[in-house]
């Protein structure tokens, strides 16, 4: 059993930032692979990004490549995105989640996980 609470969301000018943080309570922090995803209104569920058990691999959705940056403090229970260059697009739902699965090619799939967190709110302005 994994707990997963994300906080950081808010309303931003599109060009700013913000970092989400997502923290694990429960079990072993370590032993899950993370991930973040997005939903925006009327949209599907979308992947945005994921980090191996030991942070050695992440992935990015090509949306997203070179704007966000997702790291893990598995001292701290804690998985972050860094948001940077936010574009109105960006405005959804986020959610962390954690996947038993331990490979990189897993973790970009939302059925591959676990558990999820319950959603913090991006809202971008233009």
């Known amino acids: 059993q994994v707990q997963l609470v994300e906080s950081g969301g808010g309303l931003v000018q599109a060009g700013g930032s913000l970092r989400l943080s997502c923290t694990a309570s429960?079990?072993?922090?370590?032993?899950?692979?993370l991930g973040w995803f997005r939903q925006a209104p009327g949209k599907e569920r979308e992947f945005v990004s994921c980090v191996t058990w030991n942070g050695g691999s992440t992935n990015y959705a090509d949306s997203v490549k070179g704007r966000f940056t997702i790291s893990r403090d598995n001292a701290k229970d804690t998985v972050y995105l860094q948001m940077n260059s936010l574009k109105p697009e960006d405005t959804a739902v986020y959610y962390c989640a954690a996947s038993t699965y331990g490979s990189i090619v897993y973790l970009r799939r939302g059925d591959n996980y676990n558990y999820w967190g319950q959603g913090t709110q991006v809202t971008v302005s233009s």
């Open positions: 429960g079990r072993t922090f370590s032993s899950y692979g």
